[in-house]
């Protein structure tokens, strides 16, 4: 590979939107919606790509396997040569040894000369796919809808990245009800589990007040974040489709936001690497508040999460009822 010009101008840092928060959030939804705005590319939850994708060949979101899905052989062939030159065992083990909230501390600069080589061998490869995909599609913006908290730790040490944060929110009682119900995974290859995993509602009430904290504290390093909450997103899907476009600096106008109207969207076949089920939907979809965790979550249960999630629900301009009263 030849050395860049150091006396030449600075390449120019690649737009990258990444969708942060806990999931079931309506987040899947959301990033398809963004795909369908022209000059954008979803890629889906591309911490994934790795194992279900790579080493259980698992489905794309056209319903082919990984593996033989023509859109991820053209950005593996442009990104590293070929998928079979990218080392997926590799991958895994360093999303262990960096991409977790407990490496934190590395993150945030205490690291050791081991940690840090690690962690940039690691973003250089997420850098290599968002770059791929920006080539072959000939979009301006890559979406990834990854959400985990430590991954947008590791990905604003990227210098090569614009990075933006889309921070989706959900009122913590419907998030809480979402992981407890069963849901199929219908890519599943059988080793990562037929079903998503399932939590009482007290854990995720923990994990969503730690969880949007620390998204919400990446700002404070100089990173853009952008609230978005799920019940704007379902009240109005192409009011809010173009205010998010406004706030991330994406130029919108009618033919822009031509996906979406003021209670559907219309969605092509997607190559989300990963997601929730939803993800292998195509057509006009309605989207509607979806409130069965009012009638469904026992009483006491949605007192506990409403009691473990106030001081980070007022944080985020939450209401009790779960409509925001403001956004950023």
Known sequence: MSQADPSGPEPARMPVLYLAGIGRSGS???ERLLGEVPGICSLGE??????????LNERCGCSMPFRECSFWQQIGQEAFGGWDRVDAPRMTALARTVDDVAHLPKLLGAGHRAF???LAEYVSAYEAVYRAARTVTGAQVVVDSSKATSLVYCLRTATGLDLQVLHVVRDSRGVAYSWTRKVRRPESTGAEGDYMPTFSPARVAVLWS???LLIQAVRALGTPVHLAPYEGFVADPKAFLRSVLHRCGIPADESTLAAAGADWVELSVSHQVSGNPMRFQAGRIPVRRDEAWRQALPATQRRVVTGLTAPVS??????SSGRPVGRR
Do not use: C, E, I, P
């Open 28 to 30: 899947t939804l959301l």
């Open 46 to 55: 591309v911490m994934h790509l790795w194992r279900r994708g790579l080493l």
């Open 116 to 118: 840090a080589a690690d």
């Open 210 to 212: 730690g969880h949007n």
């Open 314 to 319: 007022g944080l985020l301009r939450y209401q």
